[in-house]
């Protein structure tokens, strides 16, 4: 199934849930409350969308910054001067200066922007002007079981620049119904800025190479942890946290405490797409990573498929630095938040929160606290 349909099922499962807040506790489970504590507005145009998956924040000038997908731009709001729009970097598509459509950003400075054009297998360094620096290739030869796709999508796993050396994730240009693709050791590039070489690293845990799952549940997160130097894997059919230290994978045992037992698993492949499209939706599962580098802490997304009102919703499992769960959150669909646009401050987690207003995009920051 082509990577892009598996990204826009997960999108329809998490795009919009509501913060549910709850009381009781048990003696293994900490279930916390969700508080909001203030919130952040920001003026968008037509040009732009009312959500956005792909965005950092850059502490030293207090600003954040979005891939804008719907005109191709990075858009850069200063919240230190009343959140406005402070510039819009156009991305052309063709041309000396052209880099196609951008999936995933990293701004480095501000004359050191890395774009990665994920279906043409480029990396594109450019400066604030939108000029192209240098290109990167991140293919040889044409598509096939020897190379893997620079992947971003649905969630933002972001790019990692460390000793001049940029890591982003990836996916086997393979065929998912066998275990060739589970095998192969692609699920990362790491590219040589210098010599302009890179290479792959890290094949799926030891249970997808056992049994099959739905589509998509082959999607994973990473997430980079600078306090440690290590990247954390959240894999969706996976229990535990994986974390590496460039080297190889460690499983972290307790990275798992979610309400449901293990992820649907088959002896042999689903080949019809709808039925596969439609075991995913129906099930629960492992979802998207976050670190909180500022508190040190980890918040993994699950899936929970609720079988007494027959809706699904999404749980937060909170971790601390050493993987040791502290409780967690669940969230339901009445009002309206998105788990797939956050981002930490110092101050903390911010969530988008949907409203009416389709001119704004508003943030709430949030804090978990036990009653």
Known sequence: MPHSKIAFI????????????????????????IKAIKTIRLQIDSLSKNHFDVLQFLEKTNELIFLNKKINALDLYDLSDNNKLKNRILLKKEGENGVGTVNNFLFHTADSIFLLNSYAYKVFLINNKAQVINTYSLIKGQIGNQTALPFSMPFHNPMVLKNNKLYISATPDRNPNTKDYFNAKMLSICLDLKSKKYTYDYSYPINYKKKFYPNAYHLFSRIYNENKDIFVYSFFASDSLYITNYKNFQRVVNGSGARFNQVVSFEKP???????????SSNSFYSNLF??????????????QNEQIKEQEIDILVFNENFEKLGFVSLKKSQQYNPLNLFFTPEGMWIQR???NEDELVYDLVEFVAE
């Open 354 to 356: 949907s409203t009416e």
């Open 10 to 33: 997960l999108i329809k499962i998490l795009l919009v849930f509501v913060i549910y807040a709850c009381t009781n506790q048990t003696d293994t489970n900490k279930l916390l409350r």
């Open 270 to 280: 689903i080949l019809n797409n709808i039925e596969n499209n439609s075991i995913a």
């Open 291 to 304: 670190f909180n580098k500022w508190k040190n802490i980890y918040y993994r997304f699950c899936v929970i």
